[in-house]
């Protein structure tokens, strides 16, 4: 584990949100975005709904030489899955060895024998970028579960590294986005239920780690995509951008 304070922790209990917002000195939108991102309730949901809550572990804050393990033991079993010729028990028995060795480094409280590429994505690879990207959040964030009244909104927005704004709903990039999201998006569906998505705010953002959109503007193949991520994981994508996925696989979100 890493020196510091999980943002499980350091991060803003629920009885804070409101009083940091009040005595942030940013643009209140773009306050109210930082205290989604800088409250432990995101963090805290992500690790719970992947089975990595263990009390006791502090999953938010590993270190990079435990990550880099991880990293290597993903990226080596997805290189003999590529060559393997072995079938059933034989190949059985190497999915049972690789979720052994797997949930001896990222501790599970729901580990399971993995058995084909979809769960290698949804229980091994998804999980371990979020734990990644939590643990960026808890480096970035700290402490501020004490007092609010010195603004640690402003200060985390400034570590950061980038620029946040909220669009105008009456601009043309605003407009061009709900044409775009009325277009292509199609409801998912679950069982009987069908899931929507509605727009609440629209946020223009440049980060010191990626092009500046002067530079994006110039290039000549660009295209609009939507990518979707976890509330937990945006921390990280703003400090450091949108990095490639951490193998490639053969399912939808990490065919590279």
């Not at 959109?213 to 921390?235: A, F, H």
């Amino acid at each position: 584990m890493d020196d510091g304070v999980e943002v499980r922790h350091g991060g803003l209990a629920m009885r804070q949100l409101g009083v940091a917002v009040t005595h942030c000195k940013l643009e209140p939108m773009v306050a109210n975005f930082m205290k989604v991102l800088c409250s432990q309730e995101i963090y805290r949901y992500a690790l719970m709904e992947m089975g990595l809550d263990a009390p006791e572990l502090p999953m938010g804050m590993l270190s990079n030489v435990h990550l880099d393990r991880c990293k290597e033991l993903l990226l080596e079993f997805t290189k003999t899955l590529k060559s393997m010729k072995e079938t059933g028990q034989k190949a059985k028995a190497v999915w049972t060895d690789f979720s052994n060795r797997w949930f001896t480094l990222m501790h599970s409280t729901r580990p399971l024998i993995f058995r084909d590429y979809q769960e290698l994505a949804d229980y091994v690879a998804a999980p371990f970028e979020t734990v990644q990207d939590i643990t960026v959040a808890s480096h970035l964030i700290g402490d501020i579960s004490g007092a609010t009244l010195d603004d640690p909104l402003s200060d985390r927005y400034k570590k950061l590294g980038c620029s946040i704004s909220a669009l105008n709903k009456d601009s043309d990039d605003y407009k061009m986005i709900l044409n775009y999201l009325e277009k292509t998006y199609e409801p998912v569906k679950v069982a009987d239920i069908e899931y929507e998505v509605s727009v609440e705010n629209i946020f223009a953002v440049e980060s010191s780690a990626d092009p500046s959109l002067d530079e994006m503007k110039k290039l000549p193949n660009k295209v609009l995509i939507w990518c979707g991520t976890r509330s937990s994981n945006l921390l990280r994508h703003l400090h450091k951008g949108f990095l490639p996925a951490v193998c490639s696989l053969p399912v939808p979100g990490y065919m590279v």
